[in-house]
């Protein structure tokens, strides 16, 4: 993205800052959900996008952020709480990244599943042996207007953070990474810490969207921070809208977020299953994303 | 020239007592010999003979099981490859390795970007296009990786190595597969590289091109140095055919 597109998309997420003084109900939920997503997602493509590693990872970098919200919300001021969430999530992020960044391919994916499930487990056991109580409550006073701020805020420091990668060197690496690991190696590139530079980046943003999103429930356990649902949820908007540019995932973000809204008012108890019949039709009609579509469009080649 | 840069000068290679093994099959085998500033040396010896792997050992693609590398007195054994990269070897790969979805230009700047004498931003595309220019692909910067010919992507290859301003330059069967044309240029192309002083480690099966290039060749078989010397002298060796016409008494 260039700066002047960069500037109009920033002023444009300035402008729907106005939303909660329109409407505090619906429309303001709706908007959070997309913000929340639109975050996730374009965190989730920044790393994924160039290295092509399938993280499923968003769940426990979520769920860690959360969590954090879930135990010291109360006892520490709320930008405390947001950096330490963010902290946390990076030193995670550098400890998995070293750790499984070699695994290439389907055992990255299995492994980063695995993850989630293995923190959540770690969480309940540690909630049930030592502070012996499962779930909390969360006081803190936090407004729906104020989370969503915070998430426009947040997706707009992940542009300008994209929009500087793009153009940097350590973007470019990852670029070469995804092109071909074997010849980034072999023009100089530090390949593990390139890649582990990214997932950092990207699992703070994650961590910093499960904090900002915790003080929407009232109460929070395990099982609710680290659902792994929006590890799939994330994957298939990402796919849908393309990982090749940086606006590429919301274009998946918003048509799926307000379909998936229609689909639990209307059909809760299939919930599940649509969804699974929504990932099989993204991959298999749009395996470029719907930015790739348009990209293809405008270059007059048949879609 | 050889024996005088031998004499003259200490080694910019060497390689003490490599070996390789894969499973139960030793692809390198106690394979030592030098490569001196300057001089092209030709790595000979039939397929399958631990070429490939040798050039991998040295490259850092593979650590070896056993041996030294040591490049201009220092001990590089084991050293990851980007590591040796920004130590000065650069390679080519014997199957061609050019980034698809990369413009030509950006290819190239993927040498410029992160080795010895690293460029970013203006002064890399403009180098880059100074060494797309040097191997023959002048003006088409702009153009998709993917769409290039066998022998172009082979072009293009050795500009992204050539950027990376190499002190020791690999080339894996860099000539196989082009046409007469296309060879003709290479051999003039690597006889400029000689020129400018480049020093180059060459896999190469076309006999022509080590004759008119290399100033001394190590042949292998079966993962073992068998024979050393004058490309005119080895290719006259007695082992030498015996091992590219396969050994009657095996
Ligand atoms: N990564 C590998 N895994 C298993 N065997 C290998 C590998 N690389 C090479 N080999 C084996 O090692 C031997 C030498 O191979 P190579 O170095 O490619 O020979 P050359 O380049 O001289 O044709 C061959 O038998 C080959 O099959
Ligand atoms: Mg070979």
């Known amino acids: 993205m260039s700066n002047t597109a960069l500037a109009i998309v920033l002023a444009g997420l300035a402008a729907m800052a106005a939303l909660p003084f329109l409407d505090t109900g619906f429309w303001l939920a709706l908007a959070i959900s997309i913000a929340q997503y639109a975050v996730l997602a374009t965190a989730w493509a920044m790393f994924s996008g160039p290295t092509r590693y399938v993280s499923l990872a968003t769940a426990a970098f979520f769920g860690i952020g959360a969590y954090t919200v879930a135990v010291l919300g109360e006892v520490l001021p709320w930008p405390v709480v947001l950096l330490v969430a963010g902290v946390i999530g990076a030193v995670l992020s550098l400890l998995v990244g070293f750790a499984t960044l070699r695994l290439s391919g389907v055992y990255f994916v299995v492994f980063t599943f695995g993850l989630a499930e293995l923190i959540r487990q770690l969480v309940t056991w540690f909630e049930v042996n030592v502070t012996r109580s499962m779930g909390r409550y969360v006081f803190v006073e936090i407004t729906q207007a104020q989370i969503y701020w915070q998430l426009l805020a947040l997706f707009g420091a992940l542009l300008a953070l994209g929009t500087w990668l793009a153009r940097s060197r350590l973007g470019f690496a990852l670029h070469v990474i995804g092109e071909d690991e074997t010849v980034a190696r072999h023009v100089g590139i530090d390949t593990a810490r390139a890649k582990v530079a990214l997932f950092a980046l990207s699992s703070v943003f994650m961590a910093l969207v499960g904090a900002v999103m915790a003080p929407r429930w009232t109460y929070l356990d395990p099982a609710i921070a680290f659902n792994p649902s929006i590890s799939f949820t994330v994957l298939i908007m990402a796919l849908l809208g393309g990982t090749r540019s940086l606006l590429g995932p919301l274009l998946g973000v918003v048509p799926l977020a307000l379909l998936f809204e229609v689909l639990t008012a209307r059909f809760p108890n299939h919930f599940s299953i649509l969804v699974g019949i929504v990932f099989l039709l993204v991959v298999y009609a749009v395996p470029q994303g719907v930015s790739g579509l348009l990209a293809r469009l405008r270059r007059g080649a048949p879609a | 020239m050889s024996?005088?840069?031998?004499?003259?000068?200490?080694?910019?290679?060497?390689?003490?007592?490599?070996?390789?093994?894969?499973?139960?099959?030793?692809?390198?085998?106690?394979?030592?010999?030098?490569?001196?500033?300057?001089?092209i040396v030709g790595l000979l010896g039939p397929n399958g003979s631990g070429k490939t792997t040798a050039l991998n050992l040295i490259s850092g693609a593979l650590a070896p099981d056993a041996g030294r590398v040591v490049l201009d007195g220092r001990d590089v054994t084991g050293l990851p490859a980007h590591r040796l990269t920004r130590l000065g070897i650069a390679r080519t790969f014997q199957l061609v390795r050019v980034l698809p979805g990369l413009s030509l230009n950006e290819n190239v700047v993927a040498g410029l970007a992160f080795g010895r004498e690293p460029a970013w931003g203006a002064e890399a595309r403009s180098r880059a296009a100074t060494l797309l220019t040097r191997v023959g692909l002048g003006g088409r910067d702009n153009q998709p990786a993917s769409i290039l010919t066998y022998g172009d992507q082979k072009r293009l290859e050795l500009a992204r190595a050539l950027a990376l301003s190499p002190r020791l330059l690999l080339l894996d069967e860099w000539l196989a597969g082009l046409n007469l044309t296309e060879l003709r240029g290479g051999i003039d192309l690597i006889a400029s590289l000689r020129d400018e002083g480049c020093t180059v480690l060459m896999v190469e099966h076309v006999m022509d091109a080590i004759r008119a290039l290399a100033n001394r060749c190590v042949v292998m078989n079966a993962g073992q140095h068998i024979a050393e010397g004058p490309p005119a002298e080895v290719l006259a060796d007695h082992a030498v055919i015996q091992a590219y016409l396969g050994d009657d008494d095996a």
């Open chain 2, 3 to 39: 024996a005088a840069l031998q004499s003259q000068t200490a080694p910019l290679l060497r390689v003490e007592g490599l070996r390789r093994a894969f499973g139960g099959l030793v692809a390198v085998d106690g394979l030592s010999f030098t490569v001196h500033p300057g001089e």
